[in-house]
Every structure is written in C-alpha cells, then in structure tokens.
C-alpha cells in the first residue's frame, strides 16, 4: 500500500489576509483573501494588489520574523513552484522548494511607464525583527507598525 505524505513549509505571510489578489495558477483571475495568513502546502503564484508598506514573514521551523518593507511598488508577489515545477526547472534542486518563498515588490496591475530621462525610486528591505511570536505573545501590529 502507497502512502503519500503531505508537506507543509513552516512560514506564514501576515498582513495580506483581506487584499484582493491574481491567481497566477488560474490565469490571472482575481480573488480577495480573507481570514488567516498565507500558509504553503502546494504551489502558490499569486499578486496581491495596493498592499501596505509593511508585511510580516513567520519562520517557525526557524522561529524567527522577518519584516518585509516596500516602498514606491504597490503590489506583492507570493511565490513557491512546490515540487513538480522545481523538478522541471534547471536551477532548482529537486526538494529546494521546501527551503525557499519568494515575496517581492511589484507594479503590476498598473504598470508604470517612464518616458526617456524619467526615474523611479523604489526599495524593498527585508529585515530580522525580534519576535514573541514563540512565546505567544506576537503583537502583529507592533511588527506591521515598525514599533
């Protein structure tokens, strides 16, 4: 008898759970998330659209926070190919998927144009914040906040 075991990769993005978001798995269509974090436990290509500032990443396995900020960028890619799409991909280890997320700024539903001698300034910082998340007493708005 086959047994197939299910996999979950220890994170949690907070701080998009209510934003309207494109399903890239399901060509673009539009979806607005409700309810908990975003957890992985299959392939995840979604853009969160006019997200704020700042957004948390939980590590359990690693118990760590990371603190997510953007500025100038409005949109949020959440991506992980999970383990069919790694094994087709040539500079991907077959099982890396289990130890990577990707979670950048973008413009993506209103695409920005420059015209020649035109610039865009915009940053994206990911930082280590303290964390009580393991102590049960994580305050996600202190940490969405910058306090």
């Not at 979604?46 to 900020?69: Q, S």
Request: proline share 3%; charged share 30%.
């Amino acid at each position: 008898m086959c047994q197939s075991t299910r996999y979950t990769i220890e994170l949690r993005v907070e701080g998009l759970e209510t934003f309207d978001y494109l399903d890239n798995l399901k060509n673009r269509e539009r979806y607005t998330k409700q309810g908990d974090a975003i957890t992985f436990e299959s392939e995840v290509d979604k853009i969160y659209l006019c997200t704020p500032t700042k957004i948390a990443i939980l590590d359990h396995e690693e118990k760590r926070t990371f603190e997510n900020l953007s500025d100038g960028l409005p949109d949020v890619v959440v991506w992980n190919p999970w383990d069919k799409k790694t094994k087709a991909m040539a500079d991907f280890g077959d099982d890396e998927y289990k130890h990577m997320l990707c979670v950048e700024a973008a413009t993506i539903e209103k695409p920005i144009t420059l015209k020649t001698g035109e610039e865009l300034k915009v940053r994206q910082e990911l930082s280590a914040v303290p964390s009580s998340y393991f102590s049960g007493k994580l305050d996600l708005s202190k940490v969405l906040q910058g306090s």
